[in-house]
Structure formats: structure tokens, C-alpha cells
């Protein structure tokens, strides 16, 4: 079993920019679909972004397009969220996780997630 640790989260202004890290270890995801999720309070946990194996093939929600930007670095077993622009309303914990498929990740079908990391947008 894998494990995910994210770190970045903070607190920013509307309009600021972060960048999240999701650190793997004790297993190597290259062979993964990584993605990203978020959880608003009293809200259910959402599909931020995903990226493939490969790093070739990118999916984002419609909700964050154009703003954030999902990569990684193979080498490093890191994947990367860059947020630009960023709202009020994309305040939430910020999930890592990683499964084989990206139809089951897509849908948060995964046994391998990260602890999570707060992103706290003031206006």
C-alpha cells in the first residue's frame, strides 16, 4: 500500500495563486491516473482534476478550468496543482488520490488517498 501526502494548502486572497504537492512513497504511481479532489464544509467531496499516467492527458470540472493546472513529475512520484485566480468558493480540504482507471477516479472510486491540505481563499 501507497502512500499520499499533500502539502501547500494556506490561506490566500481572491484572486492569489497556490500550489499544491502530493508527494507518493512506499509505491511507485507512475503507472497511475493521479488526480485531485476537494471537500467544501457541508458539501460532498468534488473531482477537481486529473492527469494520466503518461502526463500527456489532462481532465479538469468545468468549476476550475482555465484557473488550475494539474502536473507531474514522474521521476519525483509527484503531482503538482497549480491554482491561479483563485475564488472564495474554491476554500476546501485538497485531496490527492490514485487509481488505475481514470472512469473510477473520476467518480472517487479509489483506495489510495492523501490526508489532505487546507486551501483557505479570503475575500
Known amino acids: 500500500q501507497g502512500q499520499l501526502v499533500e502539502s501547500g494548502g494556506g490561506l490566500v486572497q481572491a484572486g492569489g495563486s497556490l500550489r499544491l504537492s502530493c508527494a507518493a512513497s512506499?509505491?511507485?504511481?507512475?503507472?497511475?491516473?493521479m488526480g485531485w479532489f476537494r471537500q467544501a464544509p457541508g458539501k460532498e467531496r468534488e473531482f477537481v482534476a486529473a492527469?494520466?499516467?503518461?502526463?500527456?492527458?489532462?481532465y479538469y470540472a468545468d468549476s476550475i478550468k482555465g484557473r488550475f493546472t494539474i502536473s507531474r513529475d514522474t521521476a519525483k512520484n509527484t503531482v503538482y496543482l497549480q491554482m491561479d485566480s483563485l475564488k472564495p468558493e474554491d476554500t476546501a480540504v485538497y485531496y490527492c488520490?490514485?487509481?488505475?482507471?481514470?472512469?473510477?477516479?473520476?467518480?472517487?472510486?479509489?483506495?489510495?488517498w492523501g490526508q489532505g491540505t487546507q486551501v483557505t481563499v479570503s475575500s
Open positions: 488520490a490514485g487509481e488505475r482507471l481514470l472512469s473510477r477516479l473520476r467518480i472517487g472510486l479509489s483506495d489510495n
Open positions: 512506499g509505491r511507485t504511481f507512475s503507472a497511475y491516473v
Open positions: 492527469i494520466s499516467w503518461s502526463g500527456g492527458n489532462t
